[in-house]
Each structure stands twice: as structure tokens, then as C-alpha cells.
């Protein structure tokens, strides 16, 4: 039976705040191997039922299913739409209809009525408390009403009220973007929220990233001194009239019940100041005063139609327990990124006071130190009610652990929960092995992405820092797209890396860059090293070429072409002899082969620059020829070709040496295709050397390690990859397992092996760039990729590589298409693996080391130089091989 499982728009389940047509894609279900769509119709309608049509493609002869784009069309603004699909197949079946995906359309920047309002003044500039702002309308009888839906976007974080409720689940809103240049706004249907005659609308803003305390400078108002709000409601009548409710000076302020609310340390909020019934019709607003107007630029509303900060799971803790020292410990056994709720009793004005931290110190007291300045503390001020429940508003923390310093009467378990946040992904890979530490380890990598995408990609979400650092970011992405589906959430950090560049084509070290002119202080960014730093700025290049491969986007790819081809340009003029370089290079960050008391490895800066110079400009040609830009690709395969005979005539030696005899550099030139084909088994087996010199462990950094196991395995040495992935001893990523890490550590000994810390200046225990390994475990070990010219997984190619002693693997990818499956089984020398293929996609299956096939299962293997390879449709198969 032939059957569409869903649509996707811009590769989400719905959107809200479309200005723009989404480009279209579908899952499809059959019970048939082999099954290619032949043809697809496409229907967008503002009727559920469909009665009236939008839209209507008829039917389409085309075996795309994804990344479909439509004519331009004309629509309503604020306005739902339906969407729906059918297809036939090779096999002579037609579908049903799909289910209905819905989208909700935006407001462009000119039609909003609304302008920002503010409670604050500018005397307010170092005032991190809350404030209320609120406004009663009238409306027609509730019959009367088709449909509402509001726009909403603050300077500063916001939280939007209707009659009393919240509306939507987002946190955190309006999120952080470079706000000068690109301001998210969020939309919402609030039909139901809606009665007849009198109605209240109101805001509680704060001042989040906008205005508060930030970066380890803890410099505030960066964006601005006001925080400030806008919304434009606009509520569809039956007769086709629409009455606007929207942000101007007959609105309402005052101050509310968070005294402080700041992202680093975190919010005091005195519940016997709370206004109840302040955003409902019929409130006496006495003594509320008025709002000032903002001069604030509307032209940068643009709309988060999808990932936005929501509640996303809830853990119950462990343990309550008393340390060595007296302190009184929650425990929820899980580093994460969030915050508690809690429920309390006691009279007016007594106070709950909790600190927020990952880990304990080697005597099993509370460990402060690594937060640096950040305190991470909530100060909650009773109002006396029978019972009263609270969670904080405006800030987050990064814990395990939480100190109970002040709490009416006895704590208990039951009145704790903790809230985990970030943005709202769909989760898409899954792994298990019949390795338990293994299986940590991944674990761990998924609950470091948790934890640091709350909203922005940033470094670590407990201390003073909490930045969108792109070397970061541009290591972890594709691991990370194995995981979540992660387009929209980098699609959007993306286009912020795009304003922030600098105009000569620099990349920031950080996005949004709040680091540029503020750091004239510090030991390393002052004078201008704010950005342009290999592997940190090449995340320019590396991210969208990402998206292009995971999911076949081109649009992003285009949108981001300009920011590529800068960044590329800016390293060719600052290069001589194709040697680049830029004031301030991070190099091999925190790799164990560094000086006493240096973060920087030992790795030459010039070969780490000349190697990213080399693939960024690789994957710019790639990028120009996938976009159409023929001129372009010509030019930076030339420039490639040049840059890579630089580089082997700079760090080779006429026998064959590689000059720089560090783990990193060895790694970089293999996998980044930089080494002699004549000299490649020579730069191996030193790769080999230096593995064994360690007694087999690693000693790199942010640039070698997640490269390590695929030059590795690409090289012919399989079983020295899984070697090094599997050792539980320092330093390794099973000892931080084995030292019962939840999440990825910052250092390899973040806890030595003797139970002391790294230095407390930087020693974050949720820091997920070392968990780049999950790309290999999901691309190496399962064997699930795609092909450059059919990315996006429409012809995956299944490689498994069964190893390191595990019975078995088991791992899912859910790719635009449907879901890929492997399932690989060792005993002895037999394999058996077992595969699934979605429908309208074909796959490359490749065994190698294989000696002999046992089990074919209708697939017609062609022998190869290391084992057999054959051309699969979809379906599901079972093989079994010998080896």
C-alpha cells in the first residue's frame, strides 16, 4: 500500500510567520521494495476541507519529493493555510491524500502598526528588573470571529499574555540574534484565547541578552540601554473586516514581581509584588503609568517560523543528600540545560535561595569555581500563599547539581522538578551498541547538544560565557545533524554569522559577535583578534555546505554564497605564497600537546590555516558548481589545486616527511586530502607512531580530534579507529564515561584522574565539541551517508564497518526521505546485517572486508578490491557475509 506519512515545510512539521513559500517535502510509506515516485500533486488551501484552492500543481511528472519549491504566490497575511500531497509510484499505485500540514503566514516589516513601547527609561540602563505592559480592547461576539493571530518580538526577552493565559510554550523569546541587523518576531493563533466584548493583552519583558550582563567582560547593553516590545494582533471577522490590535501609547506599564532577571546570574523575584489578574479584562491598572515610544528600526523583523526555545522533557531528581561540608544537594543525575520549578509553602517573606552547578569537588562538596563570575542563583520571596509554584523567567542554567542555601521548613524531593530547555528539534538519530560505555558516550553527545542549543550554538551554558563560538559550531554540525534536525536552528544562526562579518570578509569568533570593541582588556582579543581565526571562521563555508549535504538544501546554500566566497576572499588577501594568517589563531585549542600553562597545541598555526584554507576553498568550488556559478568553480578548484602544491611544498620534505610531527597535523593532511598520494602510507604509519608513543591514546585538540578516527578508518586501519575510540583511560572519551560525565567535558581531565579539577578559568563539564565523534560512530560505524551529488540522502550510501569487539550496532537516521536503518551483527568472522532504504531513495551498499557472502537477499553484489559492493532500492534486506 502506497501512503504519504507527512508533509514538511523548510523541513518542519508546521510553521508559523511564513512571509516567504516554504519549500515542500514528504516522507512515503509502502509495503514494496524498490519504490520510486513517478508523479506528485500539491494543493495549498485556507480551507482545511479544501473547498477553495490556493493552489493546485495537478498532477506533476517528477521523482523529487523533497525540496520542492512553488511558483510565487499571492496570499493573505496572518493567515492560516493547509497543505496536502499525493503521489503515484513506479508500480502503477497512487496514494490518498496526505495528512494536512498547516503554516501560518507572517506580517512583512512594512505592514506592522504596532511600534516598540517600553516601560523603561534611559535611567534604566543598568536595571535588569522586569517589567508588565498591558492593554484592554474590545471585540465583537466570540461567533463573529474567523480568526486571530499575533506577531510579537521584544528588545530584550518577552513573554506574551492574552486574558490571563500565556500564550504559546516558547521560552526565551524573542531568542538572541544580531539584533542591529536581524530581529526574530514569533507568531501565534490565538483564536481560542479570544471572548466576547472585553479583552486584555499583555507583555512581561526582561532584559535577556539585549541589555543584560554579557560575555566573561560582562559588559551590558550591547544592543541597547530600553528594553522594549511590539506586537500587532489581528483578529478576522466573519464579514472579511479585520480589527488590529496593536503596540502604541495607550498602552499600560509598570514594574513587576522579578526584581532581576539576567542570563548568567540568574533571577530574584519577590512573589508578594505580583498584580494578579494584570493581564486580564476588567484589571484596575492604578498606579501604572505610561509607556515611552522607542525609535527602534522595524525593517529588521524578520519571523522564526520554527525552532524556537520551548520546555522540551522534565527530570525528577535523584537524591537530596547533605555534603561533607553541611551544604543540602539536589541531585538530578543529569547535566543539563534549564531550570528547577519548584513548589513551596511557608508566610510572606520567607525565601528560597538555590545555587545552580555540574559537579561536586573531590571531597563531595559543592563545586562553584568553574562558573567563573556567573552565579547561577534564584531568590524566590514568599507571598504566603497555601502553596505556591514558581520557575524563573528570564534566564537558564547549565547543572546537575543544585545547592539549597535558604528553604522554608524541610525540602523533599517531590517539591523539585527540573525543566530541560532548548530549541525545539526533532529528534532524527538513535544508537545503540551492545558496549554499555559506548552507549553513554553517545548519550552524553546528544545531552551536549541539549545543552547548548539553547537557541545559538554556544561554547557551554553554566559559566560567564555561554557564546555562539563557530569553531564550536562548525566541528559539532554534523554530528549534530545526525541527531536533531538541525536546519532551521543553523539556517538562522547562519544568517547572523552573515551580518556580523566584517566588510573586508571576516568571520567573528563568536555569533552574534558581541566581542568586537569590547575587549580591549583582554589578554587575547584585544587589538582588533576578535575574529578570522581557522576552523573557527571556516564554519562560513563548512555549515551550509553541512545543510547542502544533509538535506539537499540549496537555499541556504545560496543565501549563505556571498558570506562563503567573503570569507574564502579574505583568507587569499591575507595570504603570501597562499601561507594565510590573521592576528590572534586558536590553533589546536586545549590539545594535550601544548606548552605548560598554554591552551595552544603544538600544531604550527601556519599548517592549521593553510589546511582550512585549502577545504574551505574546496567546498566553496563544490558549493559554486552545485549553484550554477560555472565561472567561480573553475576559479576556486584552480585556487584549491594552488593551495594544496603550497602546502606540500611548505610542511613536506622531498622524502616524504611531514615537517610538523604532531597528531593533529598528520590528521588534517590525510583527511583533508592534502598529503602526496606517494607519500600517504608514510604519513599514516607516523600517524601510527605517534598513536603508539601515547601508549595509544590521543593528545589533540578542537581541530585534530574529530577528524582522528576517520583518517584513521579511511586509511586502512579500522581496527587502530575503533582502538582509540574504545580506550577508558586518560585521556579518552570513555574515561570522562567511566569518571561519570552525563555530558561532553571541555577538557579530556576536566576531573583528573586523581580527582582534582582543571584550572577553574575554563573547565566546563557541558561543552560538546569533542562529542564531533558522534559523526563517526553514525558515518563510519553504521556506514549512513549520502552522495555529494545526490545529498540529502536521496542515494545514501551504507558502509558499515563492524568492529571494536561489539556483538552489535544498532542505529537509525531519519533523513527528509524517511528513515535509513542499519543493524550489523559480529560473531566470529560472520556479519550479519540487516538495512532499511526509504521509499524513493536508492542506496550505494558497500561490504567491506567481506570474503564471502552467505546471503544475498536479491542483491546483486559485484566483487571489489576490498570486499562487495551493490545497488539497492528501497526496502528493507538482510545479508549475511563472511570476513
Known sequence: MLAIEKITLNYESTLAGCEILPVFGW?????????????????????????????????????????????????????????????????GEYSGWSPVATLITGLPSAQWQGVFISAETPQDKDNSAGTLLRHDFTLPERHDIVSAVVHASALGLYQLWLNGEKVGHDELAPGWTSYHHHLLYQTWDVTHLLHDGDNAIGAMVGAGWYKGDM????YRNYYG???????????????????????????????????????????????????????????????????????????????????????????????????????????????????????????????????HFEVLDAEGNVYLANLRTAKQRIDYTLRGDEEERYHPHFTFQGFRYVQIERWPGIPTLDDFVAVVLHSAMTPIGNMETSNPELNQLHHNILWGLKGNFVDIP???????????????????????????????????????????QTPEGGVPHVIPDILTGKCDNDRFLSQGRTHSAAAWADAAVINPW????????????????????????????????????????????????????????????????????????????????????????????????????????????????????????HILALYFQLVPDAYRERTVQTLLELLAEHDGHLVTGFVGTPYFCHALSEN?????????????????????????????????????????????????????????????????????????????????????????GLAWLKAR???????????????????????????????????????????????????????????????????????
Request: with cysteine.
Open 215 to 218: 560575555s566573561f567582560n560582562r
Open 225 to 355: 540601554e530600553q528594553t522594549g516590545f511590539i506586537c500587532h494582533l489581528v483578529v478576522t471577522l466573519r464579514d472579511g473586516s479585520q480589527q488590529v490590535i496593536a503596540t502604541d501609547e495607550n498602552w499600560l506599564a509598570s514594574d513587576s514581581a522579578i526584581l532581576f532577571s539576567e542570563i548568567y546570574d540568574g533571577e530574584t523575584y519577590d512573589a508578594r509584588r505580583e498584580q494578579q489578574g494584570w493581564s486580564e479584562p476588567g484589571y484596575t491598572a492604578d498606579g501604572w503609568r505610561a509607556v515611552n515610544l522607542l525609535a527602534a528600526n522595524k525593517t529588521v523583523l524578520q519571523p522564526q517560523t520554527a525552532c524556537p526555545v520551548q520546555e522540551i522533557e522534565r527530570l525528577t531528581p535523584w537524591k537530596l543528600f547533605t555534603t561533607p561540608k553541611g551544604e543540602t544537594v539536589l541531585d538530578f543525575g543529569q547535566n543539563l540545560s534549564g531550570w528547577v520549578e519548584f513548589r513551596v509553602r511557608g508566610a510572606a517573606g520567607d525565601n528560597v535561595v538555590l545555587r
Open 27 to 91: 516522507t512515503i510509506a509502502s509495503d514494496r521494495r524498490n519504490v520510486e515516485q513517478r508523479s506528485w500533486q500539491l494543493q495549498l488551501s485556507a480551507d482545511e476541507r479544501f473547498s477553495e484552492l490556493l493552489y493546485d500543481s495537478g498532477e506533476v511528472p517528477d521523482d523529487h519529493s523533497n525540496n520542492i519549491t512553488l511558483p510565487a504566490l499571492t496570499w493573505a497575511y496572518s493567515t492560516r493555510y493547509f497543505a496536502r500531497v499525493r503521489i503515484s509510484d513506479n508500480h
Open 813 to 883: 537516521y531519519g533523513s527528509v526521505y524517511g528513515d535509513i536503518r542499519v543493524h550489523w551483527q559480529q560473531q566470529a568472522q560472520r556479519v550479519t546485517l540487516e538495512v532499511e532504504i526509504p521509499a524513493n531513495t536508492r542506496s550505494t551498499l558497500i561490504l567491506d572486508g567481506a570474503q564471502a557472502l552467505l546471503e544475498a537477499d536479491g542483491i546483486d553484489f559485484t566483487p571489489t578490491q576490498d570486499g562487495y559492493a551493490g545497488e539497492i532500492g528501497s526496502g528493507r534486506y538482510r545479508v549475511i557475509f563472511q570476513r
Open 458 to 500: 554556544t561554547d557551554c551554558p553554566q559559566r560567564d560565557e555561554r557564546l555562539g563560538w563557530t569553531g564550536d559550531a562548525q566541528i559539532f554540525c554534523r554530528t549534530a545533524s545526525y541527531l536533531m534536525q538541525t536546519h532551521t536552528f543553523f539556517a538562522k544562526w547562519l544568517a547572523d554569522l552573515q551580518h556580523d
Open 716 to 804: 586502512g586501519q579500522a581496527d587502530a579507529a575503533w582502538q582509540l575510540l574504545l580506550k577508558d583511560d586518560f585521556p579518552s572519551w570513555l574515561y570522562q564515561v567511566k569518571a561519570g560525565a552525563t555530558t561532553i567535558w571541555e577538557h579530556w581531565d576536566g576531573v583528573k584522574p586523581d580527582g582534582t579539577m582543571w584550572s577553574p578559568d575554563m573547565n566546563s563539564f557541558n561543552h560538546y565539541a569533542y562529542g564531533a565523534i558522534g559523526e563517526w560512530l553514525y558515518r563510519v560505524a553504521a556506514g549512513i551517508n549520502t552522495r555529494e551529488d545526490e545529498p540529502g540522502f536521496k542515494h545514501s550510501i551504507l558502509r558499515p564497518m563492524p568492529g571494536g
Open 546 to 665: 553541512t545543510l547542502y549535504l544533509m538535506y539537499g538544501d540549496t537555499q541556504t546554500l545560496a543565501r549563505q554564497y556571498g558570506s562563503m566566497k567573503a570569507w574564502v576572499e579574505f583568507m587569499r588577501a591575507n595570504a603570501v605564497d597562499n601561507i594565510w594568517s590573521w592576528k590572534l589563531q586558536f590553533g589546536d585549542w586545549v590539545a594535550l600537546d601544548a606548552k605548560e600553562g598554554s591552551y595552544f597545541g603544538a600544531t604550527p598555526n601556519e599548517l592549521t590555516c593553510m589546511a582550512y584554507y585549502a577545504l574551505s576553498t574546496l567546498l566553496l568550488a563544490k558549493s559554486a558548481k552545485v549553484l550554477g556559478h560555472e565561472e567561480d568553480y573553475a576559479s576556486y578548484v584552480a585556487l584549491h589545486e594552488s593551495i594544496v602544491a603550497s602546502f606540500r611544498n611548505e610542511f613536506f620534505t622531498p622524502s616524504g616527511r611531514l615537517a610538523a610531527r604532531t597528531q593533529t597535523a
